[in-house]
């Protein structure tokens, strides 16, 4: 079994610092969906391009949704025929276009 590399104690400090930010950013974009500031579309778009959002469970995104829950979004993604552990960068056109039509944005 590989073992992990081995780190400074500098590098481990400031790899933990960003794991850190990473999960806030995540918690607050899934926040921000849910109260509406930010639709699933913005989301999508944003995936190429951002990091953060790009590694985000797709679940996890459709689950902050408001007015869905966990059952609703596995049972849409299992339709759709999305794996449970796509994240959002791999979601493809196809894919996100019977997103938008199953999770339409609200106004």
Known sequence: ????????PEQRAENLAKAARVRRERAELKDK????????????????SDDVVGKMKLVAVL????????VKARR????????????MKG?????R????EAFPPRS
């Open 97 to 100: 276009a019977k997103l938008l």
């Open 63 to 70: 689950e902050s949704l408001p007015g869905v829950g966990k």
């Open 91 to 95: 979601v493809g056109a196809q894919q």
């Open 33 to 48: 969906l849910k109260m509406g500031l930010v639709t699933l579309p913005d989301l999508l778009d944003q995936a190429g």
């Open 1 to 8: 079994m590989p073992q992990p590399p081995s780190l400074t």
């Open 76 to 87: 849409t993604m299992e339709e759709i025929g999305i794996s449970e552990t796509r994240r």
